[in-house]
C-alpha cells in the first residue's frame, strides 16, 4: 500500500510475469499496450472520469510473443512492464468466485473488509450495510458507464472480472474511443460477436450488476433481497438521467424541457448519418 495524505493506495504491476492468477498466459504485457494504458488512464483521470493511474513503465529487454490482431500471425514485440495504482482492485469476480465455490464464511470476511475500507460511509454494525454496499454500487457503475459513453470510450472487455467493485476504470487492454458516432463500434477484434461494443456497455453493466447481487444473496435475509432486486431495476433510470445530464451540459442546456432528450437523441442520429 502506498499512502499520499491520508489515501490509500494499491500498487500493481502489469507485465511482471507469471503469478498465481495467470492461468495459461505468460503474465507479460508489450511495450505497445503499456504505453496505451499508461497515456489513457492519465487521459481519463484529466478528463474526470474514475481511474486507475500509472506511476511509471519500464521498458523490458525479454521479447514477448503476441498475436496483435488475433489472426494467427505471431510476432515479437518488445515486453514491458507498467506500475498500475488504484484505491482498490477487488472487482465484482472477487466476490463472485467466492459465492460460487461456497466459501461464504471468507465471503462475509472479505466483503466486511471492502467497506470498512473503501466505504466509510456505510456502519459496520448496520445490519442493511451490504444492501447499502449493493445500492452504492449500483449507482456508481450507473455513474462510471455514463462518464465513459460521454467521452466515446469503449472498454472492450466488460465482464465482472473487469468490473470495479469501487466503480474505477481499470485493467486497459483492447479500449477504444470512437473517432465518430456508431454505437456498433467495438475496439476488441477478438469480440467476434460484438458483446462488448460500446451501444452495449449499459446493459452488460447491468447484467454484471446482476452477478454482483447474485454473489451477495447468500448473505441477505427475504427483505433484503426483494430490496436489492429493486435497487437493481432502478440502474436504467439512474443511468438515463447521468447520461442525459451530461450530454445537456455538452450542449449548454439550462433547466428542464421536454424536448431536451429528443434533442440528444436526434443530434446523436445526425452524428450516425454522417
Given at each position: 500500500y502506498f499512502c499520499r495524505h491520508g489515501e490509500r493506495w494499491e500498487l500493481q504491476l502489469k507485465g511482471s510475469g507469471k503469478t498465481p492468477y495467470s492461468r495459461n498466459g505468460d503474465g507479460r504485457a508489450v511495450l505497445r499496450s503499456s504505453v496505451r494504458e499508461f497515456l489513457c488512464s492519465e487521459a481519463m483521470h484529466y478528463l474526470g472520469i474514475p481511474t486507475s493511474r500509472a506511476a511509471s513503465l519500464v521498458v523490458s529487454d525479454d521479447d514477448v510473443w503476441r498475436d496483435q490482431f488475433y489472426n494467427g500471425n505471431i510476432k515479437k514485440?518488445?515486453?514491458?512492464?507498467?506500475?498500475?495504482?488504484?484505491?482498490?482492485?477487488?472487482?465484482?469476480g472477487s466476490l463472485e468466485i467466492l459465492a460460487h465455490s461456497g466459501e461464504l464464511d471468507l465471503l462475509r470476511r472479505l466483503l466486511d473488509f471492502i467497506i470498512q475500507t473503501h466505504f466509510p460511509s456505510i456502519a459496520m454494525n448496520d445490519s442493511n450495510r451490504y444492501l447499502e454496499f449493493f445500492s452504492t454500487v449500483v449507482s456508481e457503475t450507473a455513474n462510471l458507464i455514463s462518464l465513459w459513453m460521454s467521452v466515446g470510450f469503449a472498454h472492450g472487455v466488460c465482464n465482472t472480472d473487469?468490473?470495479?467493485?469501487?466503480s474505477i476504470t481499470i485493467d486497459y487492454g483492447p479500449f477504444g474511443f470512437m473517432d465518430s458516432y456508431d454505437p456498433n463500434f467495438v475496439p476488441n477484434t477478438s469480440d467476434d460477436e460484438r458483446r462488448y461494443k460500446i451501444g452495449n456497455q449499459a446493459s452488460v453493466g447491468q447484467f454484471n450488476l446482476s452477478k454482483l447481487l447474485q454473489a451477495l444473496k447468500p448473505l441477505l435475509d427475504p427483505r433484503q433481497k426483494k430490496l436489492a432486486s429493486q435497487i437493481l431495476k432502478g440502474y436504467g433510470e439512474h443511468y438515463y438521467s447521468r447520461f442525459t445530464e451530461l450530454f445537456k451540459t455538452k450542449l449548454g442546456l439550462l433547466g428542464e424541457n421536454e424536448n431536451d432528450n429528443y434533442l440528444i437523441a436526434f443530434l446523436l442520429k445526425v452524428s450516425l448519418l454522417c
Open positions: 514485440e518488445r515486453g514491458a512492464v507498467v506500475l498500475r495504482l488504484a484505491k482498490s482492485w477487488f472487482r465484482i473487469n468490473f470495479s467493485l469501487l
